[in-house]
């Protein structure tokens, strides 16, 4: 299928500062609806496509954020904060007027999705799977730091360079990130056609402005975000998912499982930070599993 085919399979909605992208799989379907929210900040719905799979019993609602894949994209950095994509959300659950919903965040996803519980936006929510969480973000730096070491020396001395020099265009650089994504993104020989089209769509400038120039370098927006106290708050069932190898370490999602009421941890051996691209059947099996449970 082509993207202009896709553009028309999907519709659009206004929101504060634009229109947003969105299609809805199984919309005829009786269970409890699942919006699945993508990570970046800047990347695509178009990874998260296997879990259409998940819409057997219920909707399945994709959407790309403003900035996104399908979606506009404003070039104004003041839309480029955790609050507006928060609020993004809402206007769509709204549009779509669902009265009861899961959330499914992966990574950047996974931030929006937990300030969504945290700030009560709708009544509706009745649980959130949060996989590959990114809610505390100099945690993160240092689980990436921590990964980094790990990789042969030359590898961590061309990183430690391009942040020395400020230049991560190099050819060298863009082999040592391979390199760590291809041990901590995604440890498939070959890379499914869904993510590599994220990574074809991703809007850098985005990515830049609220994250930084890589991983490891972060210096945008998102710089001081600390969500670590306020999972005691959630109020819902929540199920955290990280691969062995994630960036999302398991220790760190340890951490939020263990502070979060209630809270369920999976996690999947041998797969990293596309633990859902990775292991397909033992995810959807997962996540199935856990809503049938909490919806019941």
């Known amino acids: 299928m082509g993207a202009e085919d896709q553009i028309l399979e999907g519709q659009y909605v206004a929101v504060h500062g634009g229109n947003i992208w969105y299609k809805v799989i199984g919309a005829e379907k009786q269970g409890v609806p699942l919006i699945v929210i993508h990570g970046g900040p800047g990347a695509s719905h178009d990874y998260l496509l296997p879990l259409e799979k998940l819409a057997d019993s219920r909707p399945v609602v994709f959407y790309d954020q403003l900035g996104c894949g399908f979606s506009e994209r404003p070039d104004d950095p003041a839309l480029w904060e955790a609050g507006r994509f928060v609020r993004e959300l809402r206007q769509l659950i709204v549009h779509l007027g669902f009265r009861e919903f899961v959330l499914l965040g992966q990574s950047w996803g996974t931030t929006i999705a937990a300030m969504f519980a945290f700030r009560k936006q709708l009544p509706g929510l009745k649980a959130m799977v949060l996989s590959a969480p990114m809610l505390q973000a100099q945690w993160w730096i240092d689980d990436q730091r921590k990964l980094l070491e790990m990789m042969p020396p030359q590898l961590v001395q061309e990183v430690e360079r391009a942040e020395k020099h400020g230049d991560f265009e190099t050819q060298a650089y863009q082999d040592a990130m391979t390199a760590f994504y291809r041990n901590h993104l995604c440890r498939l020989e070959t890379w499914p056609d869904c993510l590599q089209s994220t990574f074809a769509k991703m809007n850098n400038k985005l990515y830049n402005h609220m994250w930084g120039p890589s991983e490891f370098t972060v210096r945008g927006t998102l710089f001081s975000l600390d969500l670590?106290?306020?999972?005691?708050?959630?109020?819902?069932?929540?199920?955290?998912?990280?691969?062995?190898?994630?960036?999302?370490t398991p220790q760190t999602c340890r951490y939020y499982q263990l502070h979060t009421p209630g809270a369920a941890l999976k996690v999947f051996k041998g797969a990293s930070h596309m633990h859902h691209l990775e292991s397909p059947e033992e995810y959807i099996n997962t996540v199935n599993e856990f809503m049938v449970k909490c919806l019941k």
Request: proline letters at 5%; aromatic letters at 10%; hydrophobic letters at 45%.
């Open 228 to 248: 670590s106290l306020k999972v005691e708050a959630i109020e819902v069932p929540v199920l955290y998912t990280c691969g062995e190898f994630d960036e999302a």
